[in-house]
Nanobody, 123 residues
Framework: QVLLLESGGGLVQPGGTLRLSCAAS????????MGWYRQAPGKERELVAF???????NYAVSVKGRFTISRDNAKNTVYLQMNSLKPEDTAVYYC?????????????????WGQGTQATVSS
């Protein structure tokens, strides 16, 4: 009923940039918090950044000042602008959203995940 589609990953040199996008589709009534997580090989998944419906943001210390999360409510899309990339940013990046969906006359809140997109920072 709700699908998150990610794009924008790729290979970039240290100091380069990537812009990730995640678009939600389906029977959506409202999207609350949206966020980005990442998981590197052999590491636990960690929160990178999230943004509330009101536009309040929160960042992991390791990316603060380099990454910017934003959202376009008209497009049900969240973005992650990644600047000054470092090799330690290499990971699979996952989109997450708290979505209020429509099921007949019932509104249901659930958590949804994207399929992940690979970002590799290497020279």
């Amino acid at each position: 009923q709700v699908l998150l589609l990610e794009s924008g990953g790729g290979l970039v040199q240290p100091g380069g940039t990537l812009r990730l996008s995640c678009a939600a589709s389906g029977r959506i009534f409202r999207i609350n918090d949206m966020g980005w997580y990442r998981q590197a090989p052999g590491k636990e998944r960690e929160l990178v950044a999230f943004i509330t419906a009101a536009g309040n943001t929160n960042y992991a210390v390791s990316v603060k000042g380099r990454f910017t999360i934003s959202r376009d409510n008209a497009k049900n899309t969240v973005y992650l602008q990644m600047n000054s990339l470092k090799p330690e940013d290499t990971a699979v990046y996952y989109c997450n959203a708290h979505v209020v969906s429509v099921s007949g006359t019932v509104l249901t809140t659930g958590d949804y995940w994207g399929q992940g997109t690979q970002a590799t920072v290497s020279s």
